[in-house]
């Protein structure tokens, strides 16, 4: 679905701001709680958001800073759960479940593809951080490329994949999908609470375990908070 990674022309700044949101389609009048993969999107949107700034910034150096930017480590490591998670325990149940339903399995087969898109552009990106060569004038083409793509997939899901998960699966059958989100809490639950508001904030933590939001109140969100995400480094710089 998505095209290919463009190029970057020399003074380039990175386009598609702001973020073209999509409206979630009413998840809340759902059988099945989507407030954590709601929630893990409008993080991941939160990133992009970070990401674009750095790499249009022209008074620093972008590849410096995102390249030693603990955010962007972290973003890469939930996006990767956060997909890994839906290729592994929600697609398969849901490919199971919508046998004979041609129109369905595309869509998920669209899903897969546009997941399979995303490491390659990872990967890309780190290797222009990487390249202190030429890997500027790569890197706002890359970084716009995730940008738009991962939006829109994200879009895809809000708009035609959740009402057929909830169509489809029981909260039982669902639950593996939500919990796999959960084995590196102490980093996750911070992450997706990061910039949430207090409404939110509350609306998440409310669809987490107990043990879950105490181990949030009482240590992690103080260490998390501590993390310096996105200035260049998660170590305070010496000059
Ligand atoms: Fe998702």
Same mark, same amino acid.
Request: proline letters at 5%; a negative charge.
């Given at each position: 679905?998505?095209?290919?990674?463009?190029?970057?022309?020399?003074?380039?700044?990175?386009? !598609?701001? =702001?973020?073209?949101?999509?409206?979630? %389609?009413?998840?809340?009048?759902?059988? +099945?709680?989507? /407030?954590?993969?709601?929630?893990?999107?409008? &993080? #991941?949107?939160?990133?992009?958001?970070?990401?674009?700034?750095? /790499?249009?910034?022209?008074?620093?150096?972008?590849?410096?800073?995102? !390249?030693? &930017?603990?955010?962007?480590?972290?973003?890469?490591?939930?996006?990767? +759960?956060?997909? #890994? %998670?839906?290729?592994?325990?929600?697609?398969?149940?849901?490919?199971?479940?919508?046998?004979?339903?041609?129109?369905?399995?595309?869509?998920?087969?669209?899903?897969?593809?546009?997941?399979?898109?995303?490491?390659?552009?990872?990967?890309? +990106?780190?290797?222009?951080?990487?390249?202190?060569?030429?890997?500027?004038?790569?890197?706002?083409?890359?970084?716009?490329?995730?940008? /738009?793509?991962?939006?829109?997939?994200?879009?895809?899901?809000?708009?035609?994949?959740?009402?057929?998960?909830?169509?489809?699966?029981?909260?039982?059958?669902?639950?593996?999908?939500?919990?796999?989100?959960?084995?590196?809490?102490?980093?996750?639950?911070?992450?997706?609470?990061? !910039?949430?508001?207090?409404?939110?904030?509350?609306?998440?933590?409310?669809?987490?375990?107990? =043990?879950?939001?105490? &181990?949030?109140?009482?240590?992690?969100?103080?260490?998390? &908070?501590?993390?310096?995400?996105?200035?260049?480094?998660?170590?305070?710089?010496?000059?």
């Amino acid at each position: 679905m998505w095209g290919p990674v463009p190029s970057a022309p020399d003074g380039w700044t990175i386009g !598609g701001w =702001p973020l073209r949101r999509k409206k979630k %389609a009413g998840t809340e009048s759902f059988q +099945i709680d989507f /407030t954590v993969m709601n929630a893990t999107h409008d &993080a #991941l949107r939160r990133d992009l958001e970070h990401i674009a700034t750095i /790499t249009a910034r022209l008074s620093d150096d972008p590849c410096r800073v995102l !390249g030693t &930017a603990a955010g962007w480590e972290m973003f890469k490591a939930h996006l990767r +759960i956060h997909h #890994l %998670a839906e290729d592994r325990l929600l697609w398969p149940v849901m490919r199971r479940a919508l046998a004979g339903r041609p129109d369905d399995l595309a869509l998920l087969e669209e899903l897969e593809a546009e997941h399979a898109a995303v490491d390659p552009l990872l990967y890309a +990106i780190d290797a222009a951080l990487a390249d202190r060569e030429g890997g500027l004038g790569r890197l706002a083409g890359l970084t716009d490329a995730l940008f /738009t793509g991962l939006s829109e997939h994200l879009g895809h899901e809000e708009s035609e994949v959740l009402a057929l998960i909830d169509a489809t699966l029981t909260q039982e059958e669902y639950a593996p999908f939500d919990e796999a989100h959960r084995r590196s809490a102490a980093r996750f639950v911070p992450w997706l609470l990061d !910039g949430a508001g207090k409404e939110a904030s509350a609306r998440i933590l409310a669809a987490l375990p107990e =043990p879950v939001r105490q &181990a949030y109140a009482q240590e992690w969100r103080e260490a998390y &908070a501590r993390l310096d995400r996105w200035s260049g480094g998660s170590v305070r710089r010496l000059e």
